[in-house]
């Protein structure tokens, strides 16, 4: 297992390695300048777009910025935002920890609804629940989030005034535990669509072919109540794939949350992406990226160790 | 695990119930970027000056009809007889947020800050003619200019001050990084620095010690959102009390029942500017011919939906130096088609109009994500068929725009906006030399033009400029270098719960912020 855990983690520094080069090529290439960002190109002269090109390293070419660039980050910096001229660690760190917020509780919310749900179509297989439930989901793997955003927006926050349009908080002084949470509801649940929609459907098909098993017909045979038989020896073997489904779902949570916290204003990574993107921050860009690759890599890692763990059958060499 | 359950649902109960919005005492303003340098001789988006601008003043400001009157300085500047010694008295007992005294030494470090190439100043221009400053007491300073700049009393009527006693020990150089640009910017407005949280908001609170009408609204927020739309939601549901409505917008703003949305006038403006190389525009009678065949009126109902209006030339009408005589260019097509005739472009073969063998076929373009130009540059195609001007309209992406055709002249003509200031000169758009003018892109040249600019720059009497700028904007409107087109609107929403609210043309509402009050 230990062996096993350290050749994965080696693994993933050529993967890391790879991926920060084709983002720096795409990033760089991408139409835009940034020095446009900082001067009014109608107004300025060409030695001062030259001067300000000079001053953020933009005159180097290509290869040689991306070396300076990855000799700052094994040592552990990742340069200064051309906008603000602030740390890249600094403001990533700043916005990591809403990011987390928003994913765990989206993750958390994801499951709450689609464990259940799954379970009763299974059991209730071919009934109107069961097919209640696929609709549900059907809808909610094809609704785009940026649109379900707006329209819980144009719902709960314009119409019904029961919830606030965005942001993290409103009250900075001290912590509010229910402003918190008010303010959680519409993003995680926009950026938990997706997952649990499809893990709905996972759910139910893993329930049914668990409850289909001889050991299912012997604990029913036995006397045992349903209850007991579906949760408490069905349910067990049923959630086994739906940890390797953690795994799969923290890409999109990433990605998610550009859109999520760019539509709930939230202070978060994904909106420092977008925001990077707009003004040609680079270093900025590089950052988000690169943390997000490391959070997918070592996810989807966690995810591989715990299905292990979980089930003793699982054994990786 | 039930009792778990009933504190979850009562928990979600109080959260739902809870009332929404700003705390009572809190004005929040619904912003969509977050600043960048909060020292005002540094920064250069919008974002960042909005802040800046309820922390730091100028010597001089500009009353409600945009008059420059004293501020910071307590009389308007003593001038020299060669116009060229400035002698400036400052107000006595300015306290900076720290409680230090503001000077002339703080004056004297600012424009030298400004100065020193390694700040990386956007301001330095407008400073350039400065030769030294001097400060012979601690309420005056005295300007010595290279050359006489008459622009350099609006300039000193910018928020650009520091103190000297904080900035002097940062580096020039890392001035941008320096925590009193990031996170303790001092200032000596109406309102000081309290806390930024970045991608969230600004505060900045009342400053007791301010020399001139405090501020009645105790907390100003900067509440920032990731876009307009978004930031106009805000003010929809009640989450905050201001917003900037953009023209597509108004309409739809004005219908909502909580807030007052006050449509003002700025010096903004959108025009077709010619390449006067070109071989279809360097004959002024086309130019006119077009200026004549394009309907404003339609266009500004039209695309602009009312929220502008014609323009006539670069100088909005409310400017004081607005030329009320200059020539007009009715809507009138039979005229545009003599012209174009005298010009010798007749109508050939399929009714679009030849000369030499050439035919009169020309791509307007203009940059991507620009609405208005956008539906412009379409509608301005539509408008020129008659006449027998075969217009392809093209758009492109803005660098593109820029570095392959506006910069290096590869274009016959483009619908551009620009904006001016509120005084009198426009040497940017006019000025055949190109180090001076840096919006002449067409190569407009004309060295009576070029002497009127030059003149007007280096007189300080008012009367003297004005005539000046109106007899530029007489050659401007006959020799037509742009088809001028509309003078662009904005909008401000401001809630109904916020009283005493003044927003003025040109001016927007800044100088009256400080009476604003919030009612329950």
């Not at chain 1, 080696?10 to 795409?26: D, K, Q, S």
């Not at chain 2, 988006?45 to 009157?69: C, H, P, Q």
């Not at chain 2, 301005?380 to 725009?401: M, Y």
């Not at chain 2, 840096?438 to 002497?451: F, I, L, Q, R, W």
Request: charge should be positive; charged fraction near 20%; glycine fraction near 6%.
């Amino acid at each position: 297992m230990l062996k096993y855990t350290v050749r994965r983690l080696l693994e993933a520094i050529p993967l890391v390695f790879l991926v920060t080069i084709i983002a720096y090529l795409i990033i760089n290439m991408a139409p835009g300048d940034p020095v446009n960002m900082f001067i009014n190109p109608e107004t300025s002269s060409p030695m001062d777009i030259e001067a300000i090109r000079q001053s953020l390293g933009l005159d180097k070419p290509l290869p040689i910025r991306y070396l300076i660039w990855l000799k700052g980050v094994l040592t552990g910096d990742l340069g200064k935002s051309f906008q603000h001229a602030t740390p890249v660690t600094e403001m990533i760190l700043e916005r990591m920890p809403n990011t987390l917020v928003l994913a765990v509780s989206a993750t958390i919310l994801s499951f709450a609804v689609s464990i259940p749900a799954g379970i009763f179509s299974a059991i209730k297989r071919n009934t109107w629940v069961d097919y209640f439930f696929s609709t549900i989901a059907f809808i909610g793997i094809s609704l785009p989030a940026f649109w379900f955003g707006l329209m819980l927006i144009l719902l709960f926050s314009l119409k019904l005034q029961w919830l606030p349009s965005g942001d993290m908080r409103s009250n900075f002084d001290q912590f509010i535990l229910a402003d918190r949470l008010k303010h959680l509801i519409l993003p995680s649940l926009v950026l938990g669509m997706g997952g649990m929609a499809s893990q709905m459907r996972y759910m139910r098909s893993s329930m049914l072919e668990v409850i289909r098993q001889d050991y299912i017909r012997t604990a029913r045979s036995k006397g045992l109540a349903e209850n007991v038989v579906i949760f408490g020896h069905g349910l067990r073997n049923a959630l086994l794939p739906i940890i390797t489904l953690l795994g799969l779902i923290i890409p999109g949570l990433f990605s998610g949350a550009v859109i999520t916290e760019t539509i709930f204003s939230w202070p978060g990574m994904g909106r420092l992406g977008i925001e990077a993107t707009f003004m040609r921050d680079y270093p900025v860009q590089m950052g988000v990226i690169l943390m997000a690759s490391v959070l997918v890599i070592f996810g989807s890692l966690l995810a591989d160790i715990g299905y292990a763990l979980a089930d003793p059958r699982i054994k990786y060499n | 695990m039930k009792k778990f359950r009933v504190i979850l649902a009562l928990v979600l109960i109080v959260a739902l119930v809870a009332p929404l919005g700003a705390f009572a005492n809190e004005f929040k303003w619904a912003t969509f970027s977050d600043p960048i340098d909060f020292n005002p001789a540094l920064a250069k988006d919008s974002a960042s000056s909005d802040v800046n601008g309820m922390m730091f003043e100028g010597l001089y400001t500009r009353d409600w009809s945009a008059k420059i009157i004293p501020n910071l300085a307590s009389a308007m500047p003593k001038i020299s007889a060669d116009n060229k010694t400035l002698t400036i008295p400052l107000r006595k007992g300015v306290k900076w947020h720290d409680g230090k005294e503001f000077t002339s030494a703080d004056v004297k470090f600012s424009i030298e800050f400004i100065l020193n190439k390694s700040a990386n100043s956007p301001r330095i221009a407008n400073f350039e003619l400065v030769d030294s400053v001097q400060t012979p007491d601690p309420y005056t300073v005295v300007l010595k200019m290279k050359s006489v700049d008459s622009a350099i009393i609006p300039t000193l009527a910018n928020a650009y001050f520091i103190p000297k006693h904080i900035w002097e020990k940062v580096d020039a150089v890392k001035a941008r990084e320096s925590e009193y640009n990031k996170t303790k910017p001092v200032g000596m407005g109406p309102y000081k620095f309290a806390s930024y949280n970045r991608a969230e908001r600004v505060v900045l609170e009342a400053n007791p010690s301010y020399f001139g009408q405090k501020a009645k609204i105790k907390t100003l927020v900067y509440t920032i959102t990731p876009s307009q739309a978004t930031a106009m939601v805000k003010v929809e549901t009640g989450e905050a009390h201001m917003v900037q409505v953009p023209e597509s917008d108004i309409a739809r703003m004005q219908k909502i029942s909580k807030v007052n949305t006050t449509v003002y006038d700025r010096v903004v403006f959108d025009c077709i500017l010619y390449n006067i190389k070109s071989p279809f525009f360097s004959d002024l009678r086309v130019r006119q011919a077009i200026s004549h065949a394009v309907n404003k009126e339609f266009i500004v109902k039209g695309i602009y939906k009312g929220y502008g209006s014609v323009a006539n030339g670069s100088y909005h009408p409310k400017l004081a130096v607005f030329n009320p005589n200059t020539p007009v260019y009715k809507y009138d097509v039979a005229k545009a088609k003599q012209l174009l005739d005298a010009a010798g472009w007749k109508v050939g073969a399929g009714g679009i109009r030849v000369k030499d063998g050439k035919q009169f076929k020309f791509v307007l373009l203009t940059n991507k994500g620009n609405i208005m130009r956008e539906k412009l540059i379409v509608e301005v195609q539509r408008q020129l068929k008659p006449l027998g001007i075969s217009v392809e309209p093209r758009i492109l992406e803005w660098n593109t725009f820029l570095a392959k055709y506006v910069d290096v002249g590869k274009f016959d003509a483009y619908v551009g906006g620009f904006s001016t200031g509120l005084d009198g000169d426009q040497t940017v758009f006019y000025h055949s030399d190109k180090a001076k003018a840096s919006m002449n892109k067409g190569s407009y040249a004309n060295p009576e033009v070029d002497k009127l600019l030059e003149d007007a720059r280096a007189t300080l009497d008012l009367n003297k400029q004005k005539q000046l700028y109106g007899k530029l904007q007489e050659i401007v409107a006959k020799e037509v270098p742009m088809t001028f087109l509309v003078y662009r609107k904005q909008a401000l929403a401001v809630s109904k719960n916020v009283k005493n609210v003044r927003i003025v043309d040109l001016l927007g509402f800044n100088t009256g912020f400080p009476t604003w009050e919030l009612t329950n």
